[in-house]
């Protein structure tokens, strides 16, 4: 029976997605908080992205709450998010917009996902089992990173490479070595994807060049983070192992993001907490 359960489920990578959303799920509740202590009215309140339609929408003491079918991500929209949002809003509720914080905290609450990925990654750094030092482990996981990046583009041999992976994965914990790995992509990724804004419609349109470098990046970022990284994990594993693997870890997405956005609900609308 187990052997059979094995060959449909793999139960790491359900934990992966489950670490990866409650990570996520930190992000949005950090978000909350900073609302309430700056008086920040919040709009919608969202689990998994919502495209088309969502799975469960409801409005209780003034905030919509979406449960999305989409497992990339969570959010919440504050009133006035932009200076756009802002043509719409009474006189009486800007004092509890978003755009009338001060730029300070604006920026804060916009760099509270990066923060929540940082103490991610070093929490699972620091429950590595191979070293009990710390900064050790800190330059084993880099070490590894550039590994990967060498072998992804061909510097180094995929006999090689796992030959070394099987070498650092050795008395180590697999689900924080595969959170720290992704979250560590994940970062270095994100500044690049932010260069996306340059085509943000503004009044203020960067220099021409700029906006060619940032076409370049753009291009580049969504090259690595759509074909060239996945296409690297997918061809170390069979095909039905990536079936698996991809399922499991959805599973985990969507059990821990559903779970957490019922009891957030249920406590909303038992009046033990309020947004």
Not at 135 to 141: R, Y
Not at 214 to 239: D, E, H, N, Q, R
Request: net charge positive; hydrophobic share 55%; aromatic share 18%.
């Amino acid at each position: 029976m187990a052997s059979n359960l094995m060959f449909i489920f793999s139960y790491n990578a359900f934990r992966l997605g489950a670490m990866v959303f409650l990570a996520i799920s930190l992000s949005n509740f950090i978000y909350v908080w900073l609302c309430k202590i700056w008086k920040v009215k919040i709009i919608e309140f969202a689990f998994f992205l919502n495209p088309w339609f969502s799975l469960l929408k409801k409005e209780i003491n003034g905030t919509t709450y979406i449960l999305g079918w989409l497992p990339l991500g969570a959010y919440i929209k504050p009133l006035g998010m932009s200076k756009e949002d802002a043509k719409g809003i009474v006189k009486e509720e800007i004092p509890f917009s978003f755009f009338s914080k001060p730029r300070a905290k604006q920026i804060l609450f916009r760099l509270t996902p990066f923060f929540v990925w940082l103490f991610v990654l070093l929490l699972s750094v620091y429950t590595l089992k191979s070293s009990s030092n710390f900064l050790q482990a800190v330059e084993e996981m880099g070490n590894y990173i550039l590994l990967v990046i060498k072998t992804m583009f061909g510097s180094i041999s995929d006999s090689e490479f796992v030959k070394r992976t099987n070498n650092i994965l050795y008395d180590k914990n697999i689900i924080s070595f595969s959170l720290t790995l992704l979250i560590s992509m994940y970062i270095i990724l994100t500044p690049m994807t932010k260069i996306m804004n340059l085509y943000s419609r503004d009044e203020k349109k960067p220099h021409w060049l700029i906006r060619i470098v940032g076409f370049i990046v753009t291009i580049f970022v969504m090259y690595l983070a759509l074909w060239k990284i996945p296409v690297f994990v997918f061809s170390f594993f069979s095909f039905h192992q990536n079936i698996i693997y991809i399922a499991s870890f959805l599973l985990g997405l969507y059990f821990i993001g559903a779970l957490i956005f019922v009891l957030a609900v249920i406590l909303v609308k038992l009046n033990t907490i309020r947004l």
